[in-house]
């Protein structure tokens, strides 16, 4: 029997990931030169399909990189000269935050607990902070940030660029890109795909923002700044040799997203993160570990193991069904449970039947 | 008819590529958390078999990275306060230099003709440098560097430390693990793999240096400065969520190659190379564009084609091969071949026949 992994990422891979990859094989797209007319029409291809997938407005920019952990490193570096705002309350909003520290940069942050989201007028960000960092989905925790919440800080805070981590609520959330100027995720999670490639989705702004530092002789990065990775997709290429099998993959994957429709992917996403939660709700030997709805994440379901998390993920694995432990501290504690668009609704329902 | 690509990388796949990907798909392993047990083993695994392969020191450590362009960015951020010194003689030698200049170190450089080696006592390498950058096999131009000059200047210069960039050479080329500190390639050309893993080989020198540097307020990067790959790595892990399926499709390439043998993968190398030398200086239509013996790469193998690269490589392409144009500035003037361990000699022979 083949385990069905409803981790939170590396999770369960698409159905025709295997197809796809030995498509791309017979292809011998794993041979082409990254800089040769194949390459930069598998490039346009995947760029195009994203964009119409995700809704990104045609002024933005795609890269590919490596993470999304890469993701946080460059935007801090091309963004702010000093001072960034976050928003934390779990393991990668604080990491965002540790990034910019390690840089060198002087960031600032305003916390929650775990289980909270943020009442984000609340929030004294300071003056001079150049960029607000806002992990939209925590995966750590399975809390959310709602898009009107982020456009209403935004319009306070209109002089201030605002990055965003969707890793793990793409390509289910809806960014409100006049809200945000730039966002980031990996493929490893909503895409079903292996790990290594990360998208960044980057404006006009982020880009003059970088070339004013690198003007005033900061180091912005080399291969992987801003405008290097402009430069190349300019010409539908990347800085260095990429991976150009997730970058095909990714695109056939978009495609067939497209043909389900995310809207559908949407519904079936609300659906099955309804029935996890009801039951949560229902079943004191689960409690969801985010109390109030608003902040439940419905990509990342969380819930709390008060006889701790090994017997039930032991459980589950029994039954062939792979969910992921709590992330650091809550390791013993939480279970979590990734709802993408490739877990379907049966399994749910034999999950929360093994669970019962 | 499927093409052959005598490109120097991306290049051929391994010939067990398709069943590699496919096995690493059936064992769930595209799945896996990168912060299980599962994961640790087999990265565990892929180290050890590319330390068996490569005689790398047990105290070295192997690190991997998105790409060898990477590599050169972090080896200069963790190794080099402010100068770095550089050999350069073609696109990627100047590549490397190019890197420490946008990274906002003051790096100096001794150059050559694109056609030929070092004379590495003429150099004068300033007493303030502390990394000296050496590019063993320039990809773009197809000059290497001899092992025992390395370590001749090694032994002139044993306060600074030594990086080669081996990309094109490796697994051929035999590093002298006392002459250099660190080491880097990616597995798109003599590992024959879809590109989007970089492998870096540092020994405890850099660490210390990088350690060092970040005392002293410098900005070494976040998630893969040397301090983080090494804690990782201490737990067989990454920092990021890494390219999993290429360190597990590395591991098996690396098995394939022990079990064959490095020494006769050699041998097939040196015999290949020499069939294409032999050709070239007999065929004033494709001369070689190195013309020194010492200096000629065996892995990389540029021509001159004084009727334009296009004819000659349409004529390969319609018989079904495909080598590379020159790099650069030499596009429509050179043709390169690629000579990894799974092109073979029989191709060669009918390449050469189409060109005669």
Redesign the interface.
Known sequence: M??I?F?V?????HPK??EY??E??EK?I?????RGKQFGELFTHTVSSLKTLLNIPPDFHVFF??????G??LI?ENCVENKSFHFVNGAFSKRFFQ?AQ???KSPEKHEAPADEGFDMHKASIPADAELVCLTQNETSTGVKIDMPDIRALRLKHPDKLFAIDVVSSTPYATVDYDAVDCSFF?V?KGFG?????GVLIVNDKCIKKSEKLHAK???I?????FPALLKSAGKNQT????????IYVLGRICDSYIKYGLEKIRTDTDLKAKLLYAFLDNNPRYPAFVKKEPWRSKTVIVAETPEGSAPVLKRLADNGF?V?AGYGEFKDTHIRIGNFPMHKVSDVKEILNILK
Chains 1, 2 share one sequence.
Request: charged letters at 5%; proline letters at 7%; aromatic letters at 6%.
């Open positions: 083949n385990n992994y981790t990422g590396p999770t369960q891979t990931l295997g990859l030995n791309g094989l011998g794993y041979s082409i030169s990254h990189i490596g993470s999304a952990t890469e946080m490193e801090l990034t390690g840089l060198r990996s490893q795909m292996p790990s290594g490639l002789g900061i180091n990065g080399s291969f992987h700044n800085p260095e040799t990429p991976n150009t099998m997730a792979i992921g």
